[in-house]
């Protein structure tokens, strides 16, 4: 689950920058 929560704080980060 860590991993799933990580990809998808890196994609929203990805979308805010």
């Known amino acids: ?3 799933f929560l990580e ?3 890196r ?3 990805i ?3």
Do not use: C, D, L, T
Request: glycine share 24%; proline share 0%; no cysteine.
């Open 1 to 3: 689950m860590g991993k």
């Open 7 to 9: 990809g998808i704080g």
């Open 11 to 13: 994609k929203v980060a």
């Open 15 to 17: 979308v805010n920058i």
